[in-house]
C-alpha cells in the first residue's frame, strides 16, 4: 500500500494534543511496518521530528494558510504521490478529492454549543472551519475513526453515521512517562520546589479554567499546606480577568505561569507534582489525564465524557461544574495518606492498558480493512 498520511502541524515548535497523536503514530508505523509505504505531507517548520526512511517519505507543503493548504495543496501533493488512501488525522480533509479518505475525528465539539466568553480569534477561526467543512466530508470518507467509546457513541447519535464505517482507536502515551529517581530538578526551571499542584489550563472554556481556579482559591483557604499552582499555557491578562470576576485574590501569590512547557520536561513537572488537576468539561480522550496517571501522581478529574471512561473506575472524580467537590478532592489527598498512595498506585495499573504502539496496530489493521474492500 502506498498510505498518505496529513500531518501538518508536527514540525511547529509548541505542539498540542492532535499532533502529538499523528506524530507518535507515524513514529511507530516507521518502525513496525516494513511492507508499505508511506507519504507524511507536512507544513515546513523547526522541529523535523519525524526524517525519511526507507519506507517513509516526507514531504513539506509551503503553502500560507491552513485552508488552503488542506483543502488544496494537499490533495495535489497526494495525487502526485500516487497514494492508495489518505489519512487526514485533525478532524478536517479535502473537500475535493478524489482518493479514498480515512478521518480521525477527535470530536464533535464544534457542532456543539459555542460559549460565547471565547475571545481567542486562533481557535473561534478553527471552529467555524470546521463547521463549515465536516459536514461536506463525512459522507466521503471510508473510515472515521475517533478516540473514546465516548466520541464514538456521540458521533453516531448526533451525525447518523452507520456503525460499520466508524472505528474507536484508543491514543497512547509515551514510555518516558514513568516515575523517575532522578529529576535532574528539570522542575526547577518552572517552580521552585516539588508538592505542587499542577494544572494546564488556557482560554478554552472547555479547559473549565476559571472554575478550576474558584475551587483552587477554596482548597487555599482550607489547606493547611497551601500548595502552590503550576499552570501552563495561560496569560496573564486572562488570569487578571478570573480573580476580578471571582473575587479570588488570594491565589494570585500562589500561582506560576511559564508558559509553554515542552513535552520533554512534562514528564519531570508529573513527577515533580503532589497532583495534578484534569478538570475539564469535556475531553474526548485526555492525554495529559493518561501521561499523570503512568507517573504515578495522582489525579483529579471530571466524571464527564470520556475521563471516567480513560481513568477507570477508581480515579478520583469529581462533578467539574462545582467548585467545591475540586476543592474537597485536593484536600482529601492532602490528608488521607492511604488514599494518596492508592490513587499512586491505580494510576500506574491503569496506564498499563493505553500504548501507541497497540494504537498504531490498529491503525495499520484499518487501513490493510479500506484497501481490501476497494
Not at 516539588?194 to 477554596?218: H, I, M, Q, W
Not at 483557604?221 to 495561560?234: C, G, N, T
Request: net charge neutral; glycine share 4%; proline share 6%.
Amino acid at each position: 500500500m502506498r498510505i498518505g498520511i496529513e500531518a501538518q502541524r508536527i514540525f511547529r515548535k509548541n505542539k498540542h494534543g492532535m499532533d502529538y497523536v499523528v506524530l507518535q503514530e507515524i513514529l511507530q508505523l516507521q518502525e513496525m511496518d516494513h511492507e508499505n509505504e508511506y507519504f507524511v505531507f507536512v507544513k515546513p517548520g523547526p522541529d523535523r521530528c519525524v526524517e525519511d526512511s526507507e519506507h517513509v517519505h516526507v514531504i513539506e507543503i509551503d503553502t500560507p494558510s491552513y485552508p488552503l493548504w488542506e483543502q488544496y495543496a494537499l490533495p495535489k501533493a497526494a495525487k502526485k504521490a500516487k497514494v492508495d488512501l489518505l489519512h487526514c488525522t485533525s478532524n478536517t480533509a479535502p473537500i475535493r478529492c478524489d482518493i479514498p479518505l480515512v478521518l480521525t475525528l477527535h470530536d464533535i465539539i464544534f457542532l456543539e454549543p459555542r460559549d460565547k466568553q471565547n475571545k481567542s480569534v486562533y481557535q473561534n477561526m478553527g471552529w467555524l472551519y470546521r463547521r463549515l467543512v465536516v459536514p461536506r466530508i463525512l459522507d466521503k470518507c471510508r473510515r472515521i475513526i475517533t478516540v473514546s467509546n465516548f466520541e464514538l457513541n456521540n458521533i453516531v447519535t448526533k451525525l447518523h453515521i452507520p456503525q460499520q464505517r466508524m472505528a474507536m482507536i484508543y491514543n497512547g502515551y509515551n514510555d518516558w512517562f514513568r516515575p523517575v529517581s532522578d529529576d535532574k530538578e528539570v522542575y526547577k526551571k518552572y517552580i521552585p520546589e516539588k508538592g505542587f499542584l499542577f494544572f494546564l489550563g488556557n482560554t478554552d472554556p472547555k479547559k473549565n479554567t476559571e472554575r478550576t481556579l474558584v475551587a483552587y482559591s477554596r482548597y487555599l483557604e482550607r489547606s493547611s499546606v497551601k500548595r502552590p499552582l503550576l499552570m501552563a499555557d495561560l496569560d496573564r491578562e486572562y488570569l487578571n480577568w478570573i480573580i476580578s470576576r471571582n473575587h479570588i485574590e488570594n491565589i494570585r501569590e500562589k500561582i506560576r505561569m511559564p508558559g509553554y512547557i515542552p513535552n520533554s520536561d512534562l514528564p519531570y513537572i508529573y513527577n515533580g507534582a503532589f497532583a495534578f488537576l484534569y478538570t475539564s468539561l469535556r475531553e474526548s480522550f485526555g492525554i495529559p489525564l493518561l501521561e499523570a496517571m503512568a507517573c504515578g501522581t495522582p489525579v483529579v478529574t471530571s466524571n464527564t465524557s470520556s475521563m471516567p471512561e480513560i481513568g477507570g473506575t477508581d480515579a478520583i472524580l469529581v462533578n467539574p461544574e462545582k467548585a467545591d467537590e475540586i476543592a474537597d478532592a485536593l484536600i482529601r489527598l492532602e490528608t488521607d495518606e492511604t488514599l494518596y498512595n492508592q490513587q499512586k498506585a491505580w494510576g500506574l495499573q491503569r496506564a498499563q492498558l493505553f500504548s501507541w504502539h497497540k494504537t498504531a496496530e490498529q491503525l495499520l489493521k484499518l487501513y490493510q480493512e479500506v484497501m481490501r474492500e476497494k
